[in-house]
């Protein structure tokens, strides 16, 4: 029982820092602050809208988790169908010459492996409240 109150933090904290992580700089892209909008080059807009709302998310998700709340687990599984909702919306726009960086196919990967995994921790250590 220790050790699954144990993976719940680390997996709490590995969802926090990520989901700051990416508020930052998808605020950052936004919001063009701290000069990085002309270091992302050519970003999607709404890509980045995407990003920064799942940020949010995650922090929502983690505040549940911790919680032991029912609801979490449903939650970064709609957060997986949005994330890969905006991938194919991505290939939608590449299609039509869209402007576009590579790393951005490469990071919303990222994002949706990661959050399906992160998904899968929080349901497999769930304590179940009864």
């Known amino acids: 029982m220790k050790s699954k109150k ?4 680390i997996i709490v904290g590995i969802l926090i820092v990520f989901a700051l992580v990416t508020v930052f700089m998808s605020s950052s892209v ?14 999607v807009p709404f890509i980045v809208k ?10 929502i998700a983690a505040y549940g988790y911790i ?4 609801w979490t687990l449903w939650l970064m599984l709609s957060t997986v169908l949005i994330l890969i909702f ?3 919306a991505l290939f939608i726009h590449i299609q039509a010459g869209g ?3 590579t790393k951005t196919i490469a990071a ?5 492996v990661f959050t399906i995994l992160i998904a899968g921790l929080m ?5 179940r409240k009864k």
Do not use: P
């Not at 936004?30 to 970003?43: C, H, M, S, T, V």
């Not at 995407?50 to 922090?59: A, E, P, R």
């Open 123 to 127: 349901h497999f250590t769930t304590i």
């Open 67 to 70: 919680k032991s709340e029912n």
């Open 50 to 59: 995407t990003n920064l709302t799942m940020g949010i998310v995650y922090l």
């Open 99 to 101: 402007l576009y960086e």
């Open 86 to 88: 905006a991938f194919v």
């Open 108 to 112: 919303m990967t990222f994002r949706i």
């Open 30 to 43: 936004l919001f063009d602050w701290f000069g990085i909008r002309a270091k992302e080059g050519n970003f």
């Open 6 to 9: 144990i993976s719940r933090y």
